[in-house]
């Protein structure tokens, strides 16, 4: 009976493996990517951790999607749900609705990773999300935007 | 008597039934005083009785069917849900190493068209840096305001 259990045990296990490290898949926004990545209007990117190596990061993933009510409702739905795992906020908040949001999201990814979520609804009808996971602290990614936004 | 030398005589002129047959057989078989022009014929007829008799008698058949234990039943649980497991692993593994790949090379979909020159990923992750920080009311909110 001892070594069903075990067996049992090296099974669970082994179908709980692959399920480690999917991080970013506990977010509401990542549908978002999902659902529109694809789509005409959107500009999705991915990138690599060799080329993130220079910004302290593992993982970025960021979408644009213009002129799209819909997403834009679903994303503020979406911001709306995950800012409730967030540390830290810092959000623009425009008739009960969030156009721009910051947030430092609690740590879930090993080895003290830090993730971000980026949110804007620009004024020419177009939604962008940024989603960060590193080393990189908030004051690292803010020097960052400020670095893009002077560019 | 008379009937069972006509009933001989019927049967090596090859005229007898089956039922004769087997009536001259239990006649040699059973009769313990057989007169002596018949006796002849005895051993003939009780080696045929007794031929008869093996081919009509059927050996009992045993059948081997594979007994199930609890244990094969469990050996055999176990492999299947090992097989599955490994089945999984593998479906799952492989998403994520595709996943993960795809992820090291880093891409970029521009209305559904997708790129991975470098160039073009970086020029986009820029972009869609300095498109969250457009408005002026950011310079606020990255300094530490917050508005609600």
Redesign the interface.
Known sequence: MKQ?FK?WNL?AI??L???C?WAQKDLKIMALFDEY???????????????LEAYDMT??R???ISEDEKAIQKAQKYIAEDKKKAKK?????NKGLI??G?YQLIAKTDKGMNRFI???V?RRG?V???YIEGKLDSDDL?T???M??T? | MKKIDELLDKYFEGATSAAEEQQLKDYFAQEKEIPLHLQAYQDMFVSLALLSDVNTKKEPVTIMKPVLTTIHR?RIF?QA??SA??L??LT??GG?YYHSK???????????ERYTD?NL??S????????????P??V???E?????
């Open positions: 069903l067996r099974i082994m179908l493996i692959p399920m490290g990545g694809k789509k005409k209007g959107s500009t999705m990117v991915e990138l690599s951790k060799e080329m993982l970025y960021s979408i644009t906020i810092k959000e623009v908040v156009v721009s910051y980026l949110f804007k620009s177009s962008s999300i940024v803010v960052l935007l400020f893009f936004k560019e | 469990h176990m849900a090992a497991a490994i999984f692993c799952v593994g994520i795809e992820a090291q090379q880093g891409y970029v979909i521009i209305n559904g470098k990923i970086l986009c992750m820029e972009s869609s840096l300095s498109e969250v920080t457009d408005y009311e950011d606020l909110f990255l530490g305001e917050y508005q609600e």
